[in-house]
């Protein structure tokens, strides 16, 4: 995942990609059969694990608007990090934008999985009267999606801390009304 997130799919040599994983060049090609089924794997493989936490601090059973705080803290530390290289779905989103459908696929479903992490928040935030009952859960959630991939691929070419936090407290601002 590694080399893929650093170079992409395109750039990534088969040598680089068996330095990293510390398999041979004949026995990636054996286990995976090819550069591009071995990508489709760590791109999916690392969709579940890259989004994991987040998944969890919506899921967590206290106010909702601290739940989404720490997201969008964990992402202006996250993203303003020396040496961030970007998100492998936002990355390969870009680098394949709509030539490749099993890629766009792998992409949509982990882009799936946040948005209703956060929907599914919003709509706890709601019943709970946490947040005003007219917030568009399914705007609002595809709106902080949005917001993450924007902000990793801010963080990219690098992003200042500061300005990425002064970005989530306008994010966080949309729910308070």
């Known amino acids: 995942m ?13 040598d680089e ?37 987040l998944i969890d601090e919506l ?46 696929a792998i992409c949509d479903k982990h882009n799936g999985r946040i948005e209703k992490a956060f929907r599914d928040a919003i709509a706890r935030g709601k019943e709970r009267g946490e947040l005003a009952a007219s917030i568009d859960e399914r705007a609002v959630a595809e709106f902080f999606a949005n917001l993450g991939q924007g902000l990793a691929l801010q963080g990219r070419r690098g992003i200042q801390r500061q300005k990425a936090a002064e970005i989530c407290a306008v994010a966080e601002a949309v729910l308070a009304g």
């Not at 041979?24 to 989004?51: E, I, N, P, W």
């Not at 206290?62 to 993203?79: C, F, K, Q, T, Y």
Request: with cysteine; proline share 1%; aromatic share 12%.
């Open 59 to 104: 899921g967590r059973d206290r106010p909702v608007m601290e739940s989404i705080r720490a997201v969008l803290n964990g992402w202006a530390d996250g993203v303003s990090k020396s040496g961030f290289k970007g998100c492998l779905v936002c990355n390969s989103l870009i680098e394949f934008a709509d030539q490749d459908k099993e890629v766009a």
């Open 17 to 53: 990609l068996s330095e990293a994983t510390g398999v041979v060049r004949q026995s990636l090609y054996h286990t995976f059969g090819d550069k591009r089924t071995l990508f489709l794997k760590a791109l999916d493989q690392y969709g579940y694990t890259r989004f994991q936490w």
């Open 2 to 14: 590694v080399v893929f997130l650093a170079r992409g799919f395109e750039r990534a040599s088969i």
